[in-house]
């Protein structure tokens, strides 16, 4: 233990930053638009991504979806793959074994982790992960329960695992309840969704000396409600300074902060990682603990490190409502042949070593 907290010491006070190699730790996180194989599960409500049904979902079109969740994670990976890929929308084992074994992306070699939710179609989160920049050492599911005659949701998968520089990194990916039925009436669901998370966060503060929490996910809501703004406690980049806070990595760009974003078209209408009725909004989140902010830690992330991708190829005409829109694989049931309805976030981490 001695030796540990010397070593601990000796990179946070002793060898300025500055002077030691850096390397980059990129996570993402997508939702990647119904990725179902092409069989029935009895046991699912599945029956609609089957070549039988109306959306006429086969092996084709699966083939050339994992091909494009392919290339979109090689891509947002630039020089080399992302460390961590947050997933939601994944159906089963199966499909993550097709993606990282038999799709372009098995170049990569990802391991991977993921829930078996009680949710009725059977869509699940996942963790994809490179075992050299994150080494598992262990994973759990959390259940919640929304109450009697309430659809089942999904679980939130929790990973922990340890950073190249021997830092412990605990991971949530979440799928927050859908505002099916209306924002409001819906808002319940994602309220007791937040809580559950909320107290899985206090209860790792309160067993590790200084927590390192990356919460990625599609939460269904935006920055300001009241799941995300209350419950969470999330706060702005420079809000306050606070170790065991939770802080969003980038929803300062959809206030007006981001100088940039009036040179993007496809964000005319606001800024963010999902398009509805004209306006776009973050529904998709990076939150860390303020722990991660700390700038002389050997780990550590920033104010310019995280955002929405924009890759081009993503984006479609909106002719409806003007400028762009996410280009998706399906609209409504009439196939697309494009990507997702939701745009990939991402953000990087500083990594120092002697």
């Not at 996910?217 to 809000?239: A, M, Q, T, W």
Request: aromatic share 12%; net charge negative.
């Amino acid at each position: 233990m001695f030796r540990l907290n010397y070593l601990l010491l000796f990179c946070l006070f002793t060898v300025p930053l500055s002077s030691r190699e850096k390397e980059t730790f990129r996570v993402m996180f997508w939702n990647v638009e119904n990725l179902f194989d092409t069989e029935r599960d009895s046991l699912k409500q599945d029956e609609e991504f089957t070549p039988a049904s109306m959306r006429g979902w086969n092996t084709g079109r699966y083939k050339k979806k994992m091909a494009d969740v392919s290339r979109v994670i090689t891509a947002v990976g630039e020089w080399e793959p992302p460390a961590l890929v947050g997933l939601c929308e994944v159906e089963n084992d199966k499909v993550l074994h097709y993606l990282t074994r038999y799709s372009p992306l098995k170049s990569h070699g990802y391991q991977y982790v993921m829930t078996e939710s009680q949710d009725l179609r059977g869509i699940d989160v996942a963790l994809l992960y490179q075992k050299d920049k994150f080494r598992l050492l262990g994973h759990n599911h959390i259940r919640t329960d929304l109450g009697i005659n309430e659809r089942p949701t999904r679980d939130i998968l929790h990973v922990t695992g340890l950073a190249p520089t021997k830092d412990t990194l605990d991971v949530m990916v979440v799928h927050f309840p859908s505002r099916s039925g209306g924002e409001r009436e819906s808002e319940p669901k994602r309220l007791l969704v937040a809580q559950r998370l909320r107290n899985a966060v206090d209860s790792l503060i309160a067993v590790r000396q200084e927590a390192r929490v990356i919460i990625m996910g599609d939460f269904n809501d935006y920055p300001e409600n009241r799941s995300i703004r209350e419950v969470l406690g999330v706060k702005l980049l420079g809000e306050t300074s606070d170790k065991d806070a939770l802080y969003h990595l980038f929803a300062h760009k959809a206030v007006g902060k981001d100088k940039d974003q009036e040179m993007h078209a496809e964000f005319s209408g606001g800024y963010g990682s999902y398009k509805y009725r004209g306006e776009w909004g973050i529904f998709d989140h990076l939150i860390v603990s303020g722990k991660l902010l700390d700038s002389s830690a050997c780990f550590h992330t920033g104010e310019s490190h995280a955002g929405v991708v924009r890759l081009p190829f993503l984006f479609v005409e909106d002719e409806k409502f003007g400028g762009l829109q996410p280009f998706r694989t399906y609209n409504g049931v009439r196939y697309q042949g494009g990507y997702s309805d939701h745009l990939p976030v991402r953000g990087d981490f500083e990594l120092f070593f002697d």
